[in-house]
């Protein structure tokens, strides 16, 4: 690479060179695996990623912890279950209303979520154990609310020390009938990133919520919506669009969730699966044990959330709920098509760039599609080689040392609850029409080739990226927004929304135009100078300035 390159000229070989090139050979090596040049599209199969494996000590991830993942992102969202988190302050404090995950309280107004429950261990605690304290604060949480569940997050010390958290749940939900009481061992350490925290919290509400509830909810079509967190009120906005359909959401896995609404998912008939990476075992084990079928859907993009109602009414065939679902698209799209239509007057033919967990680093891209911009670069923080390259490549995933760490439950068929929703002859119909169950492409399939492809990005690599690309929009969460911007590109969070959203559905995909437009328009970002425009030698060598 010489200093007189132009952008234009930057071959992705270049790019992905010149990311590279600073690290020492041992790193660059297992980097190199992690970086991937596109070249899905038109192949048989997607070239092969490494994902899911450890960051590199000394390298700055933009990943977060087991712990995050259990507590935060799966647990979180519920709001009539009290969250202990058995700690240091620390590790609470971080995890209080950061994410932001609505809820609306309901009629019985029960709601945790603004409280913060810790046990706040303290250094004799960790010399001398903190189950003692654990157990004084589940009983002082009990006694003050009773609520339908407690749940007791182990943070790294807790593992380290070898406090039984199981048994002190254990010992106190024998206690109080009344109270479902459960633990997580999600140390922070436990896994690579907080995908382990994932399965450690789903395999857990799995097994000891899941099903208690006996009697069905009423409703016609009733569905579950699984791995979607109700992010800046995407929830909202999707139950307002099911509603209006006729379409009866029994259990949102955990957006917006309730204790009763786990404890009743199994009486659902479809399982419409949203974030791939953070739970799809989950619609898995439902399949297996209850005899719901699953299917993908995106309820992000307004296109992409026509295409996902219809297939729910495809699904469930009835001409009655076809016809409702096709007029709430007529009615909800000239609205949508109006304004990406106008802004894409502005944003037309701009690139944009993602970089987030599991599953915006796809979805996303279909609504920048519909303002006519293009996805450059994308990865996921911490998804798995399935969500890049499809589901095909399950079968051949390499169980590491790690990954043996999370367990995987071994579920059977419920011999009272298990109930075929569909005939092999229906099933056997529909697939043959062309509907997919249990199908999810992954994400290279929908980039174009030749683009760059990161499994958990850095720091480093992320400012190299926008040095060499120059994206009109940077995508991904607080740790980078500043940096981002200091580089004179418009950062948008895709984990918390900054404070906007909802982005989901037909209301959300308007939300997500207007102030994408907003972005990429903006003059001020021009005022910034990056590093390297500050620097006289390197100032020459890019098409931009
Ligand atoms: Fe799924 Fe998520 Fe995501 Fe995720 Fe997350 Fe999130 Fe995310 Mo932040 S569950 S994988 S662990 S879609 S909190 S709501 S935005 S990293 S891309």
């Excluded at 930057?10 to 660059?28: F, G, Q, R």
């Excluded at 209303?97 to 960790?126: H, V, W």
């Excluded at 009743?264 to 699966?273: E, G, I, K, R, Y």
């Excluded at 367990?407 to 056997?428: G, N, Q, Y």
């Amino acid at each position: 690479m010489t200093k007189t390159t132009k952008m234009v000229q930057w071959s992705p070989t270049d790019i992905k060179d010149e990311l590279l090139k600073k690290y020492p050979p041992k790193v660059a090596r297992k980097r190199a695996k992690q970086i991937m040049i596109n070249e899905a599209v038109g192949a048989d199969t997607s070239p092969e990623i490494v994902a899911n494996v450890r960051t590199i000590p000394g390298i700055i991830t933009m990943r977060g912890c087991t712990y995050a993942g259990c507590k935060g992102v799966i647990m979180g969202p519920t709001r009539d279950i009290v969250n202990i988190v058995h700690g240091p302050i620390g590790c609470s404090f971080y995890a209080w209303l950061t994410r932001r995950n609505q809820t609306d309280a309901g009629k019985d107004g029960e709601n945790y979520i603004p409280y913060c429950f810790s046990t706040d261990m303290q250094d004799q605690d960790i010399i001398f154990g903190g189950e003692k304290k654990l157990e004084a604060a589940i009983i002082e949480a009990y006694e003050l609310f009773h609520p339908k569940g407690i749940c007791i997050f182990a943070t790294c010390p807790v593992g380290l020390i070898g406090d039984d958290i199981h048994a002190v749940a254990r010992k106190l939900s024998a206690q109080y009938e009344d109270c479902n009481i459960f633990a997580f061992s999600c140390e922070g350490y436990k896994g690579v990133s907080q995908s382990a925290g994932h399965h450690i919290a789903n395999n857990q509400v799995f097994t000891h919520l899941v099903g208690e509830n006996k009697k069905s909810p009423e409703g016609e079509y009733k569905i579950n919506l699984l791995g979607e967190y109700n992010i800046g009120g995407d929830g909202f906005e999707i139950d307002r669009i099911f509603k209006k359909c006729g379409i009866t959401n029994i259990s949102t896995f955990s957006g917006n969730s309730t204790y009763d609404q786990f404890a009743s998912a199994q009486h659902a008939d479809l399982s419409c699966v949203m974030c791939h990476r953070s739970i799809n075992y989950v619609a898995d084990m439902l399949e297996t044990k209850y005899g719901i079928p699953w299917i993908k859907v995106n309820f992000i993009g307004a296109r992409s959330t026509a295409k996902s109602l219809r297939k729910i009414g495809e699904y469930f065939g009835d001409p009655k709920l076809i016809k409702r679902i096709n007029d709430v698209i007529a009615e909800e799209m000239p609205e949508v098509e109006a304004v990406a239509e106008e802004v894409r007057t502005r944003t037309n033919g701009k690139t944009a760039m993602i970089f987030v967990g599991g599953s915006r680093a796809h979805h996303y891209q279909d609504l920048f599609a519909e303002m006519g911009m293009k996805t450059i670069s994308a990865g996921y923080e911490f998804a798995h080689r399935d969500d890049y390259e499809g589901r095909e490549v399950i079968p051949s995933l390499k169980v590491d040392s790690d990954s043996r760490n999370i367990e995987e439950l071994t579920v059977e068929a419920d011999e009272k609850l298990f109930k075929a929703r569909k005939t092999p002859d229906e099933v056997k119909a529909l697939e043959e029409a062309g509907f997919k169950f249990k199908h999810y492409e992954g994400l290279n399939k929908d980039m174009d080739n030749g683009s760059i492809i990161v499994d958990d990005l850095n720091q480093y690599e992320a400012e190299k990226l926008v040095e060499i690309l120059k994206p009109d929009v940077f995508c991904a969460g607080i740790k980078e927004k500043f940096s981002i911007q200091k580089l004179g590109v418009p950062m948008k969070q895709l984990h918390s929304y900054d404070s906007g959203g909802p982005y989901a559905g037909f209301k959300g995909a308007v939300n997500f135009y207007k102030e994408i437009d907003r972005l990429v328009g903006s003059k001020v970002w021009s005022y910034m100078k990056a590093p390297w425009q500050k620097n006289p030698e390197l100032t020459a060598t890019f098409v931009w300035e």
